[in-house]
């Protein structure tokens, strides 16, 4: 009988040992997964099948929002250690109209734009002024009008001069108009207070 007592208290201690985990296997947290890193790469080309080198392509969105970059020479882009979301991408170049898509970027993406080129670049005013003209204009048609007595009509493209004329009834040139070639940029126009201006691209 004592035998028996015994035994019966070992068969206790091993069970309560199980029901702790005192096992290998037993008990703990479960492993959570290795997130995957994501990305998103493509190509920007016109509608005409040219590659777009310079363009901006940009997550407007989610846990990416923010995330942009630039294609290369061969209008490839790629935007690198993303988060597993859905997203918002816009693609813009100088010239041509920007487009975007949604897509839900997971592991390797792949986006692909087509942009469709842009309308003739124009902007008029009056007077001294400041302006951004693309960067694609190459030819340009400037005029100036001036009915008062007299004015300059200066222009800088990028610090270079482009006009330098004056206009007025005591002159006898009321009018500037000329197509001019130019590679774009920062265009100012000073010293010309009333001068009536436009800026049309010539394609």
């Not at 010239?95 to 949604?102: I, R």
């Amino acid at each position: 009988m004592r035998v028996t007592g015994i035994m019966r208290r070992g068969i206790v201690a091993l069970v309560l040992i199980t029901a702790c985990g005192g096992g290998k296997n037993g008990g703990g947290s479960p492993t959570s997964p290795t997130p995957v890193a994501s990305s998103l790469t493509g190509t920007v080309t016109s509608n005409a099948g040219a590659r777009i080198a310079g363009a901006l392509v940009r997550i407007t969105d989610g846990p990416n929002g923010g995330r942009q970059a630039n294609t290369d020479t061969t209008g490839t882009y790629n935007l690198t250690g993303l988060t597993a979301a859905n997203s918002n991408v816009f693609a813009s170049a100088a010239c041509f109209n920007e487009t975007g898509k949604g897509l839900f970027i997971s592991g390797p993406s792949t986006l692909n734009f087509t942009l469709d080129p842009a309308p003739p670049f124009s902007v008029s005013g009056v007077g001294d002024n400041v302006f951004d003209m693309p960067t694609c204009v190459a030819r340009v048609h400037v005029v100036g009008r001036f009915n008062g007595f007299s004015s300059n009509f200066i222009v800088h493209v990028n610090d270079r001069l482009l006009v330098n004329e004056l206009l007025g009834t005591f002159w006898s040139q009321t009018v500037y108009d000329a197509v001019l070639l130019t590679t774009g940029g920062v265009t100012s126009i000073t010293g010309s207070s009333g001068v009536q201006w436009t800026f049309t691209e010539v394609k």
